[in-house]
């Protein structure tokens, strides 16, 4: 597999979205061949998991539902879109991959970690990001900009503040455990120079030059 897949990580409102928009079109200026997707969904099965997941009651899946689902549509999206394009070449740049599950459903709703991370392995091996950027910021400030969007997909986002923090901590614990995959940046700095930082990054871990 030649391509490289680098996953964004972070809270609700850390800009993940927004970063992704601005990388992608740095990519399109380089002409560098690449495709820009998220998840859950990013493939049509798994947009239709998505919405399943992403709006709605809190409680509406227990968590092992929830995490159940939320592979299935990776299924789809690795499968239909992630892989192919890989084996083409091309850089993926992802909105959320498996730490979201891991810190959402493990750390902050209780699944065991474990547990995850060995279901993921059955299902997809030893497949896991080349890179992945984790943006930073405090629960308060990320939800504050969250709130400020006002889109309906906000099942995650109305769970309580101290939720919020664990999902923090787990990605910051993450990035500890797994520093040759995962890099750190201040979500709270100025969109441009966050901008700059993630080509920097780019370069230097993955060696492509935009
Ligand atoms: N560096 C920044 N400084 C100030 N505001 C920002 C910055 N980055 C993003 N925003 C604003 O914050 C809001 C949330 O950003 P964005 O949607 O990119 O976050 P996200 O990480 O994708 O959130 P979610 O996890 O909920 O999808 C948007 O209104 C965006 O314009
Ligand atoms: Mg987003």
Request: charged share 30%; glycine share 10%.
């Amino acid at each position: 597999m030649d391509g490289k897949f680098i996953s964004f990580e972070g809270g609700e409102g850390s800009g993940k979205s927004t970063q992704l928009k601005l990388l992608a079109s740095a990519f399109e200026k380089s002409a560098l061949p690449f495709i820009s997707t998220r998840e859950p969904g990013g493939s049509k099965g798994a947009e239709k998991i998505r919405s399943l997941l992403v709006s709605g009651d809190t409680d509406s899946w227990d968590s092992l539902t929830e995490t159940l689902l939320f592979n299935a549509a990776r299924a789809d999206h690795l499968n239909k879109l992630v892989l192919p394009a890989l084996k083409e070449n091309k850089t993926v740049i992802c909105d959320r991959f498996l730490d979201s599950t891991i810190v959402y459903q493990g750390i902050g709703k209780g699944l065991n970690e474990a547990y995850i991370k060995s279901l993921h392995h059955i299902i997809f091996g030893n497949f896991m990001p080349d890179l992945t950027i984790i943006l930073d910021i405090s629960p308060e400030k990320g939800l504050m900009r969250a709130g400020g969007r006002g889109d309906n997909e906000n099942r995650f986002e109305k769970l309580d503040i101290e939720f919020h923090r664990k999902i923090r901590d787990g990605f910051l614990n993450i990035a500890k455990r797994e520093s040759e995959r995962c890099v750190v940046l201040d979500a709270t700095q100025n969109l441009d120079i966050l901008h700059k930082q993630i080509i920097e990054t780019i370069a230097i871990r993955c060696g492509i030059k935009l």
